[in-house]
């Protein structure tokens, strides 16, 4: 693994300051939740897994390895559950390889959710939905050239085991086309952490 320190926990408030929104110009097209509750149930469960995958992958805490298979099994079994805990444990590893930038995400109970927590639910459920191109082009916005291929692998056997456990993610907004990546979102922001 390149780099798991790119993927940083959120420090701090759930704002964001009005400069960081406005260099997200390149999602503009994607509506963005800015809370849990605000998503579907699959979508939470996949969230909570995805904060705990990414907490136990580049922090110390062996716990949120037993919660995360745990925040599957409702849905999923104790078996299938694990399957999930892996497929996404080996995304967020193919992920921190090949991040150009670092990625935030908040405490597994905040209620809070951030630009790229949302943007990788999206990911997912573009991969789920078969939309290849929309993927890749979200991908590009943490990945380079290079790592596409392997990012939209690691999805793809990702949203196999969460259709077998029935966590399907909506596209929910009219039109999930994705621009190109804006230079200026790629540039690093503080992190910070509730």
């Given at each position: 693994m390149r780099d798991a320190k790119l993927i940083m926990p959120l420090l701090e408030d759930c704002t964001m300051p009005d400069s960081v929104i406005?260099?997200?110009?390149?999602?503009?097209?994607?509506?963005?939740?800015?809370?849990?509750?605000?998503?579907?149930r699959q979508e939470r469960?996949?969230?909570?897994?995805?904060?705990?995958?990414?907490?136990?992958?580049?922090?110390?805490?062996?716990?949120?390895?037993?919660?995360?298979?745990?925040?599957?099994?409702p849905d999923c079994g104790v078996a299938a559950a694990r399957k999930a805990a892996g497929a996404l444990a080996a995304f967020i590893r193919q992920l921190a390889t090949h991040a150009t930038?670092?990625?935030?995400?908040?405490?597994?109970?905040?209620?809070?959710?951030?630009?790229?927590?949302?943007?990788?639910?999206?990911?997912?459920?573009?991969?789920?939905?078969?939309?290849?191109r929309n993927a890749s082009a979200l991908a590009r916005h943490y990945v380079h050239e290079d790592g596409i291929g392997d990012i939209i692998a690691a999805t793809s056997r990702l949203t196999v085991v969460l259709s077998g456990c029935r966590l399907e993610?909506?596209?929910?907004?009219?039109?999930?086309?994705?621009?190109?990546?804006?230079?200026?979102?790629?540039?690093?922001?503080?992190?910070?952490?509730?």
């Open positions: 406005a260099e997200t110009s390149a999602l503009s097209t994607i509506s963005s939740p800015t809370k849990l509750d605000q998503l579907s469960v996949v969230a909570l897994a995805l904060r705990h995958a990414m907490h136990g992958i580049c922090g110390t805490d062996s716990a949120c390895w037993s919660h995360l298979w745990t925040s599957f099994a930038r670092q990625i935030s995400y908040h405490q597994p109970l905040c209620p809070c959710l951030g630009e790229d927590e949302h943007i990788l639910l999206k990911l997912i459920a573009l991969t789920q939905h078969r939309d290849w993610l909506p596209i929910n907004n009219s039109g999930h086309r994705v621009n190109e990546p804006s230079p200026a979102y790629a540039a690093p922001g503080k992190a910070t952490l509730h």
